[in-house]
């Protein structure tokens, strides 16, 4: 019964690799987010797809990519990643008509070596 | 541009005690939407309370309370009763007004609050 999955909880890698990280909310919102929350544990925003339309891009490198299957899933593929992008990268999920609420993923710690 | 303000980087309460966390936030929409969240040392992030920004009534959910006032721009969270499972990261963000569609959350940056025993 879990409303907003990601996987995998934890990613070490090396600096230059390619990862994503996957999010799945069963709650049927329509509206799915990525943000990141960096090492002084300051959370902004990343991405929001409103049924699968990419809605916000906050000037995040073009080397992070979301890609949203449908609106229950929003990834996120990162390329050639920079010892910088070690941080946590939490999924959220909205349905904006009903609810300004949205409820956040478990979290992802992706540590850059 | 919109901004929330947390003054406090830390809080001590006793056990039982009542506690305010403190957030104050700029904007010049008339619509917005306010929010706290808490974070344990686990890690994740979980929704406490909401305010929205024509709500007359200050909103309330179980021990917590939003101390909303609105000429002030202030939205502080009140704890009542703290339990030890309260000592947590909090944040206070706020959605951007105008359409809801875009949903952005800004988020202050965080109050570590520690019950003691």
């Known amino acids: 019964d879990t409303a907003v999955s990601q996987t995998p909880k934890y990613l070490v890698t090396q600096m230059g690799n390619d990862k994503s990280i996957k999010c799945e909310q069963n709650?049927?919102?329509?509206?799915m987010y990525w943000y990141k929350q960096d090492s002084k544990k300051f959370l902004k925003i990343m991405f929001s797809?409103?049924?699968?339309?990419?809605?916000i891009n906050e000037t995040v490198p073009n080397r992070f990519s979301p890609k949203s299957p449908d609106k229950a899933h929003l990834n996120l593929h990162i390329n050639s990643l920079e010892l910088g992008d070690s941080a946590v990268y939490f999924c959220?999920?909205?349905?904006?008509?009903?609810?300004?609420?949205?409820?956040f993923g478990p979290g992802t710690r992706l540590t850059v070596l | 541009a919109q901004k929330i303000t947390q003054t406090q980087p830390g809080m001590f309460v006793q056990e039982k005690e009542a506690v305010t966390l403190d957030c104050t936030y700029d904007?010049?929409?008339?619509?917005?939407?306010l929010f706290w969240y808490k974070q344990p040392s686990s890690g994740e992030m979980i929704f406490l309370i909401y305010?929205?920004?024509?709500?007359?009534q200050n909103a309330t959910e179980g021990r917590y309370s939003l101390n909303f006032q609105k000429a002030r721009k202030s939205a502080n969270l009140v704890i009542s009763a703290s339990q030890l499972g309260d000592s947590a990261m909090y944040f206070c963000?706020?959605?951007?007004?105008?359409?809801?569609?875009?949903?952005?959350?800004?988020f202050g940056q965080g109050t570590t609050l520690q019950v003691k025993p």
């Open positions: 963000a706020m959605r951007e007004g105008g359409s809801s569609n875009t949903g952005k959350l800004i």
């Open positions: 797809y409103n049924n699968k339309e990419l809605i």
């Open positions: 959220a999920s909205s349905h904006p008509v009903l609810s300004d609420t949205q409820y």
């Open positions: 305010q929205g920004s024509y709500d007359e």
């Open positions: 709650l049927g919102h329509d509206t």
């Open positions: 904007t010049s929409d008339q619509s917005y939407g």
